[in-house]
């Protein structure tokens, strides 16, 4: 799908549906889906989805997103991580200094890279509700730094593995250098 603002023949991310049909696909990970809008309704916005059965994540140190990014600010890097996987789904966790990159189901078994860990079946993962966009009066909230704009549209396993692989060697290299 092209853009009609954008250049000839650069691609854009599909529109994206309206979020009761994301919020009901990612529901549709738990055993109880009403749980979920219920946890999402809370305080936190924030339900834990098991993992496995609609996707996995990569779990992405903050230093290694900041270092490869050159930059902190989160809403910066959210848009730079938007570009880098292709506006595809990636949660930031102030909190926990993390991002996840969400990822086909089944890619924790086969993932290798030291750098950042797959998780995958018998995980559960804090997922915010859909309009978590960016960082809230709480500020330590989980919250989508790209948010999922249609089910099943998760990150290319190659580009988050690709990703990941260069910028522990980046960071490697600079420790290296400032050691």
């Known amino acids: 799908m092209t853009n009609s603002t954008a250049r000839s023949g650069a691609l854009t991310p599909p529109s994206p549906l309206p979020s009761g049909g994301v919020e009901a696909w990612i529901a549709s990970a738990h055993s109880s889906p ?24 990569v779990r992405i140190p903050e230093h290694l997103v900041h270092g490869v990014a050159e930059v902190s600010d989160p809403s910066t890097v959210s848009g730079w991580l938007g570009w880098i996987f292709n506006g595809r789904p990636v949660i930031h966790d102030p909190a926990g200094r993390r991002y996840y990159a969400l990822v086909p189901p089944g890619t924790a078994r086969l993932w290798r890279a030291p750098a950042a860990a797959c998780l995958g079946d018998g995980t559960y ?7 978590v966009t960016g960082l809230e009066g709480h500020a330590w909230g989980s919250y989508w730094a790209v948010p999922v704009t249609r089910p099943g549209w998760l990150c290319r396993t190659s580009d988050v593995l690709t990703f990941v692989m260069v910028a522990g060697c980046l960071t490697d290299a600079d420790c290296e ?3």
């Open 34 to 57: 009403e749980a979920v809008y219920q946890e999402w309704d809370g305080e936190c916005r924030l339900a834990l989805i098991p993992l496995g059965k609609l996707f996995d994540a």
């Open 125 to 131: 993962l804090g997922v915010p509700r859909t309009d």
């Open 177 to 179: 250098a400032e050691s």
